[in-house]
């Protein structure tokens, strides 16, 4: 476990991929748009396209699928995405920041993650997995791929640094992010890779449980409909990109508060108080630098709270996000269930601390906590033991633009 292979990836051409591929994570309705009127080589018209006839029959739903359908083709028509001949393994690397990060971009067995092979460490929701399932049904574009990480692997770096002496298939630098990848395509080198995969004792889904669930969904349904299935079909693989534990990146999502009912300052500093150490502080110190801290900004000021009162030797609980959520979240504001709260924002990644104050400062938000990120040896600890993380607890990098490697299920 687990188990990978070479495919048949779609990339596009070395010509025109800062013009295809497109980042996910700012991208609005409103975006789209204005990337459509100005790009047609953009793979955002495979994401959300232009319906140019709303007189055909079929839901609005059912129109854009057709039309992503389309423009797919054209798209490969066209030459703007082309489809390697032969089956490979890519080796990609993403460089941000003065950051770096290489993995191996395959694609992974369905049955890995559901016979949990492959370890989960978030829940899932049913209506958002619909909408992926309904994507891959309708369009077979597997375009978003699941981040997979694993314990460092001292024979998968030497082949992953023998692959980089070689120039890259492709190298390009969209938004301040580099992007190269390397196609390997030897058999004897991707027999091995898969060999030691397969040998692998552990692996964990860092970012993409929606997406991996989904794929896994639509591999079942489509078997179901197969007389003829053998188990070798694109369907029962999800693209998914490998990463070394030791080389990913993990930030916290600080959690923004907006209050429904007016709660005075001095309630809720002096509940703070009762429960834990707290002090003020500059805030350019808001953003904790160890574990077991909370940065704290209310009213103007900034505090730091020391949560190492209430530690119980117990991963899941340990957690800062649980001990904020369990101690300081429920008690305080009544927040039971964060995930549907609507007072409660998160706020991820890399922020502009100051920009954000400024919106405490103007009553966007009432106060916020800022958090020190998870580690990853107690994100695979909780995995091994089977529980799931709080929501929205990690934020991963790195993150992959689409476009840029996809695998097509038929």
């Not at 001292?154 to 969209?174: G, H, K, M, R, W």
């Not at 009162?309 to 959520?325: F, R, T």
Request: aromatic share 10%; with cysteine; net charge negative.
């Amino acid at each position: 476990m687990p188990v990978i292979k070479p495919f048949h990836a779609i990339l596009p051409s070395a010509d025109k991929v800062d013009r295809v591929v497109i980042n996910l994570e700012n991208l609005s309705l409103k975006s789209a748009k204005e990337v459509r009127a100005i790009n047609e080589d953009s793979f955002v018209h495979l994401l959300i396209p232009k319906i140019e006839n709303y007189y055909l029959r079929g839901s609005k739903q059912e129109l854009a699928f057709q039309k992503i359908a389309e423009n797919f083709e054209d798209f490969i028509n066209q030459g703007i995405l082309l489809k390697d001949k032969e089956p490979a393994i890519y080796i990609y690397q993403q460089e941000k920041e003065g950051k770096s990060y290489t993995g191996i971009w395959t694609v992974s067995s369905i049955d890995d993650y559901i016979n949990n092979s492959i370890k989960k460490h978030e829940l899932t929701r049913p209506e958002r997995e619909r909408g992926l399932i309904e994507y891959l049904q309708q369009t077979g574009i597997d375009a978003n791929p699941v981040l997979i990480t694993y314990p460092p692997h001292q024979e998968l770096e030497l082949i992953i640094c023998s692959v980089l002496t070689n120039a890259p298939s492709l190298d390009f630098t969209q938004d301040k992010v580099n992007h190269r990848i390397w196609k390997v395509n030897e058999e004897e080198k991707m027999d091995k890779i898969c060999e030691l995969f397969s040998q692998m004792k552990q692996s964990y889904i860092a970012d993409g449980h929606h997406r991996a669930a989904a794929a896994s969904t639509f591999g079942i349904e489509r078997r179901k409909l197969n007389l003829k299935h053998q188990g070798n079909e694109e369907y029962n693989f999800f693209s998914s990109v490998y990463i070394s534990a030791n080389q990913l990146e993990i930030l916290p999502f600080h959690r923004f508060i907006k209050l429904d009912t007016l709660i005075a300052d001095e309630a809720i500093l002096s509940f703070i108080k009762e429960n834990f150490e707290i002090q003020e502080i500059e805030k350019e110190a808001l953003i904790p630098t160890k574990a077991h801290y909370l940065g704290l900004y209310f009213n103007h000021k900034s505090y730091s709270i020391n949560l190492n009162v209430k530690l119980k030797n117990e991963v899941l609980h340990d957690l800062d996000v649980s001990l904020l959520q369990h101690y300081l979240l429920e008690p305080m504001f009544g927040m039971n269930n964060p995930r549907e709260d609507k007072r409660l924002n998160f706020i991820g990644g890399e922020i502009a601390l100051n920009q954000h104050l400024k919106e405490i400062d103007k009553g966007i938000y009432d106060l916020a906590f800022f958090l020190y990120p998870t580690a990853i040896d107690d994100l695979m600890k909780i995995a091994d033991l089977g529980e799931t993380m709080p929501p929205k607890s990690t934020w991963f990098e790195p993150k992959f633009p689409a476009g840029l490697i996809t695998h097509e299920i038929k």
